[in-house]
Every structure is written in structure tokens, then in C-alpha cells.
């Protein structure tokens, strides 16, 4: 579905991923692409992959877990994710799913996929801007968002310390686990949060 050109029948695509998810998600998939298009002009992001990587984030955000698990296995990926859920699995693993599903080969749109979530110490510019579009898209409301979308339009590696700062904060508040890759992100960026 997906050519190695990145070249797709973008009704197709977006039908496939639209029957994948409730139309509230659907919506919000459609939130993230416009604003990584936003930000990828901004930034000087490749914009097909910018909306591509934007399309397909949240394709398995509502598989079952059973595919998550055999995708752990078939692909032999590090056991301590099975100590995770859908929240980690959908990005981390699901990326696996996206690829076999639409044939994705490009190993930068998969590599910020898999990231959109838990981020990375070391960004690219395409992880960044998909890290950052999913949570300050149009349909987003919550407390600081407005911020976030005020500092994403100041400084990409800002508005992805500010987004990792706040996330953490929220999980500690509730008694979530961290997924140690997230701290990893925390601590690759907690510096421009002094700029």
C-alpha cells in the first residue's frame, strides 16, 4: 500500500486506518497530521513522511493485546515489554503491525512511530515532530497544552522537554510506572527547559 517512494493512495489509507479506530480517534489522527505538517514546514521536516508517521501513530492504539504479545514474540523484542500495556505496546510494538499492514519500509517514519510516546535521549527532527504534534494537536484539551503549543512554535527541542516534563509529572501524580526510555527523554532534554 505504501510504495518505497513513500508514494499511496491516501483515500485508501485513510479508509484503512479509519474502520482501525473509534471515529474520536480517527479525528485525532487527523489533529496530529495537520499539526505535524505545521511543524515539519517549520522545522524543515520532510512533509510526506511528517504526514505519513502522523497517519499511521495510532493505527493499533486498539488492537488487542493477544496481537501485541505475538508481535513480542514473532520479532523477538526485549521481554520487559511484557510488563507494559497498549499505552507503550501501540507505539513500540505496534509499529511492527503498521509495517506489515501498509508495507511500510521507511525506518525513519517507523522509528518515530514507535517513539511517539516514550521518545528517545536522541531525537531525529521526524521523531520530534510527531512526539510533539500528537499531544499539542487541534483536539487536544487539557491543562498546559496551550503552552505546549505555545513553545512547540518557539522550539521544537523545548516543546518535547516541556511535553516529557509535564507527562512524567501527570504518571508520578497518578501512580503510573515510567517506561525507562521516557526518562531517557526527560534527561536528553530537561536542559531546554532553561533556555
Known amino acids: ?45 520532510d512533509p510526506k513522511k511528517a504526514s505519513l508517521a502522523a497517519l499511521l501513530h495510532d493505527y493499533a492504539k486498539e488492537v488487542e493485546d493477544q496481537v501485541f504479545l505475538d508481535l513480542i514474540a514473532k520479532y523477538d523484542l526485549d521481554k520487559d515489554l511484557l510488563n507494559w500495556d497498549n499505552n507503550i505496546w501501540h507505539g513500540v510494538v505496534g509499529a511492527y503491525k503498521i509495517a506489515e499492514d501498509f508495507g511500510l519500509k521507511d525506518e525513519e517514519i517507523f522509528q518515530a512511530i514507535q517513539r511517539h510516546t516514550i521518545g528517545a535521549g536522541q531525537m531525529t527532527l521526524l521523531d ?68
Open 1 to 45: 500500500m505504501i510504495a518505497a517512494d513513500l508514494t499511496f493512495d491516501r483515500q485508501a489509507l485513510l479508509e484503512k486506518i479509519r474502520v482501525a479506530m473509534k471515529p474520536a480517534r480517527f479525528q485525532h489522527v487527523l489533529g496530529v497530521e495537520q499539526a505535524a505538517l505545521v511543524l515539519a514546514d517549520q522545522y524543515g521536516c
Open 128 to 195: 520530534k515532530v510527531l512526539y510533539v504534534a500528537d499531544y499539542i494537536e487541534p483536539n487536544r484539551d487539557f491543562p498546559g497544552v496551550d503552552e505546549a503549543r505555545r513553545i512547540a512554535k518557539e522550539s521544537l527541542d523545548k516543546a518535547v522537554a516541556y511535553e516529557t516534563a509535564q507527562t512524567i509529572s501527570y504518571l508520578a501524580k497518578k501512580g503510573i510506572p515510567i517506561y525507562p526510555q521516557t526518562l531517557e527523554t526527560y534527561n536528553g532534554y530537561v536542559a531546554w527547559l532553561k533556555e
